[in-house]
């Protein structure tokens, strides 16, 4: 019996890692997701074969209906501009999981002494249960306060106690740190009182709180990533408290999954992530007027006319997606300008940057939904020298990834960011509802720039205006 269980974990693992791949491109995503889930079902069934008991069977599958009650309303109604939100949320709940399955050994192991044999207590199962507790409850509390930033409950700016942040991050931690001295040595001597673990859970909760706090909108695609990874890091710390296979593996998949996309989105925005999780950047509310400028430079507003006039005589067109098109749920419309315009020989394409959105692949799951072609999906690396031979990009509501004070100014808070080189197109329209600084909150030069214009309301509305004024040239 033990060898079918091991073998079934094989086959869970192999699809864990397969589904994994799949996720690398869009065209195969649908796919390795479904793999993953059919993994993770096979893991299940291994599970209850390991188990035999069919008194824990019932709770087990009751359980797994509760979580499926819960889970499936939200994921299928979840709007596309809240899947972030959801994200953050799922990945908060898998951290909880883990914190209360470490907090269920220590009452089950009688505050870990029951885990003493003749030769010692087993530290290593013991700090595995300290780490699994701390990380995942820092996990379950931040992502709670990534949700709450992200759907807007609270504001997106940092939020800090000014000097006293740090040390307030320092004496949280330190609480988190001590409480866990405490339970290891009783689990050593004679057993810790439940209210220290407790106190483990309640310090890392807060240290959770402290740190995603003060950390910008701007910052957030980041953190949700190394929030996931946490939650994964955690997941296989309880695994190996518990001597299950399936979670050491998942666990540590995720997290080292999560720890390489958490990386390369850093280096997208050119910052490290220590400086990320300090916090303190990002999520400015400052907005100019639409006759603001910069200099001698002024806004140029445009009409939905005179901009399907500099598309219809265009030989290429670049699109290049943002928030704003997701708020406005504007794909749709995208795609039917898109069809309009190559109905009339003009190449259309869309440029992705790495943290677009609120989360890695946001843009593309938005044009996957109108049913844009992949192949017309461009990384930034690949179309950034298509900017140069561009007769027009248009710009939905991507602020930050276009501003061309990452390249030219080093005052520029985000100065060294790879950005997209829309400034190099020969005309640029924006669509925007304002003049207003984008997620990080630093003003763009863009829309004050000679080849400019802005194109001003609901990004929906102007895309289906300018589509109609194609049509009737």
Known sequence: MDILVYVLYIVAFAMFILGLSGLTAPRSAVRGNKIAAAGMAVAFIATLIHIRTTSSWV?????????????????????????????????????????????????????????????????????????????????????????????????SRPLTVGRLQRPLNVVVFLGSVAASVVVGIGAITTGAAPIWFVAILIFAGLLGVVTVLPIGGADMPVVISLLNALTGLSAAAAGLALNNIAMIVAGMIVGASGTILTNLMAKAMNRSIPSIVAGGFGGGTGAASATAGIGDQQAKSTS??????????????????????????????????????????????????????????????????????????????????????????IVIGANDVTNPAARTDPNSPIFGMPILNVDESRSVIVLKRSMSSGYAGVENPLFFAANTTMLFGDAKKSVTQVTEELKAL
């Open 59 to 155: 709770i087990i599958i009751a359980a797994l209906a509760v979580g499926v009650i819960a889970g499936i309303p939200p994921a299928r109604r979840v709007k596309m501009t809240a899947i972030p939100q959801l994200v953050a949320l799922f990945n908060g709940v898998g951290g909880g999981t883990v914190a209360l399955i470490a907090w269920g050994e220590f009452i089950e192991s009688d505050g870990f002494t029951a885990l003493r044999v003749s030769s010692g207590p087993p530290i290593p199962l013991v700090v595995a249960s300290l780490f699994a507790a701390i990380i995942g409850s820092l996990s379950f509390w931040g992502s709670i306060i990534a949700f709450l930033k992200l759907q807007q409950i609270l504001p």
């Open 304 to 393: 939905a006319s005179d901009a399907a006039i500099k598309l219809a005589y265009a030989n290429q067109v670049i699109v290049v997606p943002g928030y704003g098109l997701a708020v406005a749920q504007a794909q749709h419309a995208v795609k039917d300008m898109a069809k309009v315009l190559e109905a009339r020989g003009v190449e259309v394409k869309y440029a992705i940057h790495p943290v677009a959105g609120r989360m890695p692949g946001h843009m593309n799951v938005l044009l996957a939904e109108a049913d844009v072609a992949y192949d017309a999906m461009k990384e930034m690396d690949d179309i950034n020298a298509e900017f140069s031979r561009t007769d027009v990009t």
